[in-house]
């Protein structure tokens, strides 16, 4: 078999693992399930894969590069702060409405599996950190206030994305994803609040 085939196989594995998963969840699906999925014998997922958390892991392994490569290309695209957040949330979003399989096991399987802790938590580390730096830029600019304790902004800029993308899950897909980005941006950027400073305002 040529490594082209090897690859193609690989590919066609891990595809099928996330449909099977998404359908069944992680604990219910069986190897047998994904490899009648994966059009291929029982015996050679063993030849890919240890089992299937191997299969989750190294399938998120793979997308969280090509991810956050769209990510930085989005950002690195933007020149003000607010649109270098507008971009990455708008491309977070657009991912995962592109393969609803992937958020659905994102969202509601991994974070069961504790062999996935360290990698969802490297996950949401290396977003925090494309936040963060989001923020120091717009905070350098004048647009951003300079008495935030970032650690928050980042929790509660990611918290809120990752409940937005929950109930798009649970919802099944059926609205548009990408349209709650612009609503998040302007809550992050103003708030919610129009309280004046002046007590008799």
Same mark, same amino acid.
């Given at each position: 078999?040529?490594?082209?085939?090897?690859?193609? $196989?690989?590919?066609?594995?891990?595809?099928?693992?996330?449909? &099977? !998963?998404?359908?069944? +969840?992680?604990?219910?699906?069986?190897?047998?399930?994904?490899?009648?999925?994966? +059009?291929?014998?029982?015996?050679?997922?063993?030849?890919?894969?240890?089992? $299937?958390?191997?299969?989750?892991?190294?399938?998120?392994?793979?997308?969280?590069?090509?991810? !956050?490569?769209?990510?930085?290309?989005?950002?690195?695209? @933007?020149?003000? @702060?607010?649109?270098?957040?507008?971009?990455?949330?708008? %491309?977070?979003?657009?991912?995962?409405?592109?393969?609803?399989?992937? @958020?659905?096991?994102?969202?509601?399987?991994?974070?069961?599996?504790?062999?996935?802790?360290?990698? &969802?938590?490297?996950?949401?580390?290396?977003? *925090?950190?494309?936040? +963060?730096? #989001?923020? /120091?830029? +717009?905070?350098?600019?004048?647009?951003? *206030?300079?008495?935030?304790?970032?650690?928050?902004? $980042?929790?509660?800029?990611?918290?809120?994305?990752?409940? &937005? #993308?929950?109930?798009? &899950?649970?919802?099944?897909?059926?609205?548009?994803?990408?349209?709650?980005? /612009?609503?998040?941006?302007?809550?992050? #950027?103003?708030?919610?609040? %129009?309280?004046?400073? /002046?007590?008799?305002?």
């Amino acid at each position: 078999m040529s490594r082209i085939d090897r690859q193609d $196989k690989y590919q066609r594995i891990l595809r099928a693992g996330i449909t &099977v !998963f998404a359908k069944r +969840g992680v604990f219910r699906a069986t190897i047998s399930e994904i490899a009648r999925e994966a +059009g291929v014998a029982d015996g050679t997922i063993y030849l890919y894969f240890k089992n $299937k958390d191997d299969i989750l892991f190294r399938f998120f392994e793979e997308r969280t590069e090509d991810i !956050f490569a769209r990510f930085r290309a989005a950002i690195d695209g @933007a020149d003000s @702060a607010r649109d270098k957040l507008a971009r990455l949330i708008t %491309c977070h979003l657009e991912a995962f409405q592109e393969d609803r399989e992937m @958020a659905v096991v994102f969202q509601a399987e991994t974070r069961k599996i504790h062999a996935m802790a360290d990698q &969802v938590n490297e996950i949401s580390a290396r977003y *925090r950190e494309l936040i +963060g730096e #989001i923020i /120091e830029e +717009g905070q350098a600019q004048g647009g951003i *206030r300079k008495d935030l304790y970032m650690a928050l902004v $980042k929790r509660f800029i990611l918290g809120a994305v990752d409940e &937005v #993308i929950s109930t798009w &899950v649970l919802a099944e897909g059926k609205y548009d994803l990408v349209s709650m980005a /612009e609503p998040l941006v302007d809550l992050f #950027i103003r708030g919610i609040g %129009c309280f004046s400073s /002046e007590p008799n305002a």
